[in-house]
């Protein structure tokens, strides 16, 4: 009798660990980094991104999620231009505050880069001749 007592409260420590693990927030698990795409008119402009050159338009690149990018363009001949990205909460981290309804756990996958997205993805760039 005390055997079975014993083996039901190790499997109730267990399934409660197990079930706590798995809401803790599907945004820890997303990807921390997302492609940006920039292209100018004319092409072959430099990109900077958070003051890291990246390349030459047009180009996709790698951005971490968890804050904002400056994004500057420029062109010998040309005037440079500037565009911050703004983060907006993912697919992933709405079914996160969704779940934080139910359990407060899934919350904490809030804290993650995963919960977060660049929007838009997508920048043109138009340079100006200098004057």
């Known amino acids: 009798m005390e055997r079975i007592r014993f083996r039901w409260h190790v499997f109730r420590q267990v399934t409660i660990a197990v079930v706590t693990v798995s809401f803790t927030g599907c945004s820890i698990f997303a990807p921390s980094m997302q492609r940006i795409q920039v292209s100018s008119s004319p092409d072959g402009a ?3 991104a958070g003051g890291t050159p990246v390349g030459e338009t047009p180009i996709q690149f ?5 804050k904002d990018l400056l994004i500057e363009v420029k062109k010998p001949g040309y005037q440079s231009q500037f565009r911050t990205t703004s983060r ?4 992933i981290g709405t079914v996160d505050v969704i779940g934080a309804y139910f359990i407060l756990l899934p919350l904490l996958g809030l804290l993650s880069s995963g919960a977060w997205k660049h929007d838009p993805e997508t ?9």
Do not use: M, W
């Not at 907006?88 to 697919?91: D, H, K, R, V, Y």
């Not at 920048?123 to 004057?131: A, H, I, R, S």
């Open 88 to 91: 907006t909460l993912s697919s």
């Open 46 to 48: 430099t990109v900077v």
């Open 123 to 131: 920048y043109g760039f138009v340079l100006e001749p200098e004057k």
């Open 62 to 66: 790698e951005a971490h999620r968890g």
